[in-house]
Nanobody, 119 residues
């Protein structure tokens, strides 16, 4: 069974930082672009960031550019999202998934990890 399991969320004050992790199991994602998405209460799920297999190309949503950094460890089959200067509007459930066409998600939705930023 293929799974992407997110972790690292929590409650943090505005201006703080969190590091999310997404571990793949059941298969490797050799060659795949992976990324992060988020869904805030009452809103549509949106693209946050993506990274190609060897990490040479990264894309970010304008809302997180210069604050979030995506990275991956291919040996560990894990992708990370370092989130700095967090804002209350970053509050959402964060999911990782495969990505095509820069920001389109695949079909590997997991449970996500909750990030709550207090003002």
């Amino acid at each position: 069974q293929v799974q992407l399991v997110e972790s690292g969320g929590g409650l943090v004050q505005a201006g703080g930082s969190l590091r999310l992790s997404c571990a793949a199991s059941g298969r490797t994602f050799t060659g795949a672009t992976l990324g992060w998405f988020r869904q805030a209460p009452g809103k549509e799920r949106e693209f946050v960031a993506s990274i190609t297999w060897l990490g040479g190309t990264k894309y970010y949503a304008d809302s997180v550019k210069d604050r979030f950094t995506i990275s991956r460890d291919t040996a560990k089959n894990t992708v990370y999202l370092q989130m700095n200067s967090l804002k209350p509007e970053d509050t959402a459930i964060y999911y990782c998934n495969t990505v095509s066409r820069v920001s389109s998600p695949g079909n590997y939705w997991g449970q996500g990890t909750q990030v709550t930023v207090s003002s």
